[in-house]
């Protein structure tokens, strides 16, 4: 096998030389693990990043959305609306501590919720929306239609941001800081990983002071036992901070990749019936995944992968996972379900290889 046709992966993430150097160098400090001075700088870093005011980290991207929920009021028994296509631990999260996850549609040019739909599902038990950014898009009604909304109902606005660090609104916020509180992943596929971590990030003192007692039993203070409210564990390691701390220092290189990537991609794939890339306006948005709709869609995966290239289906639509089986119809999402794909999207992908697999896929639909 020649070295160009090695097997391309639809994701990996990346580490290498900065990380293990960070590590390393936390290694002789004689340290005590758990969450402290490199946690606080990577928050730091985060904060300053997106422009918000705090952010808190927290050990994953689906246990941020649970305490971002709690923190602005939502209990057992409540409503949160969600869309009904995004990743599952959008409405797993508020399942967890029993609230009702509400399924809702999707634009579809976005995938983001629909602005209508949404408001047409608030019912009094609705205690928050979380608007999910599909790979760093914002709503093309406007992230204002949605504060507005929220305002007006009363009902909290939750971002799950998990796919738009690097991402902002045309009135130049970072995506996340539209909502009351925004939510980020560092899970391994992410633009940033740290293996598993999550980030919350808010204006609000009050609702920070919440979140941060929320992840560490209710402490008002670290080291004491003394607890005036209830609370968990869901804090951070130093040593994810490590790899974090290297990985934010490649950030604005990654966001630049992969715009190119997209940009190559979106050349390479022009003028090809069968497949249509999800537009993005670069100039705010980060495409975290190559997402295309592809005609005969299992068929066009199963080629890529007879010639080494591996994609991924894009999620099913919620309702009708085995884990929900709800009644209802959302044809955008379902129909994601059938046509939706993403293309190999890391970081370390060659310009070589993107060619290598728009020319495959050429070839599917042109012969
Ligand atoms: C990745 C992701 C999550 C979950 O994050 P984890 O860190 O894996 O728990 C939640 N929502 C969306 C939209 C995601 O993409």
Not at 312 to 340: C, D, N, W
């Amino acid at each position: 096998m020649s070295d160009t046709q090695e097997f391309i992966p639809q994701m990996r993430p990346l580490f290498g030389g900065e990380e293990k150097a960070e590590l390393m160098a936390y290694l002789d400090e004689d340290g005590f693990f758990t969450e402290f001075k490199k946690t606080e700088a990577f928050e730091r870093q985060i904060a300053e990043f997106t422009g918000a005011r705090h952010c808190i980290v927290v050990n994953n991207g689906t246990v941020s959305l649970t305490l971002a929920a709690i923190a602005v009021g939502v209990g057992p028994g409540d409503e949160v609306i969600v869309p009904d296509y995004t990743m599952i631990a959008t409405p797993n999260s508020v399942k967890m501590l029993g609230a009702q996850p509400v399924f809702v549609d999707v634009d579809p040019d976005t995938l983001i919720l629909d602005l209508a739909a949404t408001r047409a599902a608030i019912t009094p038990k609705t205690r928050a929306i979380m608007l999910v950014s599909a790979n760093g898009r914002a709503p093309a009604c406007g992230i204002a239609a949605f504060e507005a909304l929220a305002r007006e109902t009363g009902v909290a606005l939750i971002e799950d941001a998990a796919q738009s660090l690097g991402s902002v609104y045309p009135d130049g916020r970072h995506i996340g800081r539209a909502g009351a509180i925004g939510s980020f992943s560092f899970s391994a596929p992410k633009i940033i990983s740290t293996g598993q971590g999550g980030a919350l990030i808010t204006d609000d003192d009050a609702l920070a002071d919440r979140l941060r007692r929320l992840k560490d039993f209710g402490r008002a203070a670290g080291g004491t036992d003394v607890h005036d409210s209830i609370g968990y564990n869901f804090k951070f390691t130093e040593l994810q901070a490590c790899v974090g701390l290297a990985q934010m220092r490649q950030l604005p290189g990654r966001i630049e990749r992969k715009k190119e990537i997209w940009r190559r991609y979106a050349e390479g794939l022009a003028g090809i019936p069968g497949i249509q890339l999800f537009a993005h306006d670069l100039s705010l948005c980060t495409p975290w995944f190559i997402d295309c709709r592809a005609e005969r869609r299992d068929a066009l995966a199963a080629h890529l992968k007879s010639q080494g290239i591996g994609t991924r289906t894009m999620y099913p639509p919620i309702h009708q996972q085995k884990a929900y089986a709800l009644p209802g119809h959302h044809p955008v999402a379902e129909e994601i379900g059938r046509s939706g794909l993403w293309l190999p999207s890391m970081i370390q992908l060659s310009d070589a290889q993107i060619e290598r697999i728009c020319q495959s896929i050429r070839s599917f639909y042109l012969g």
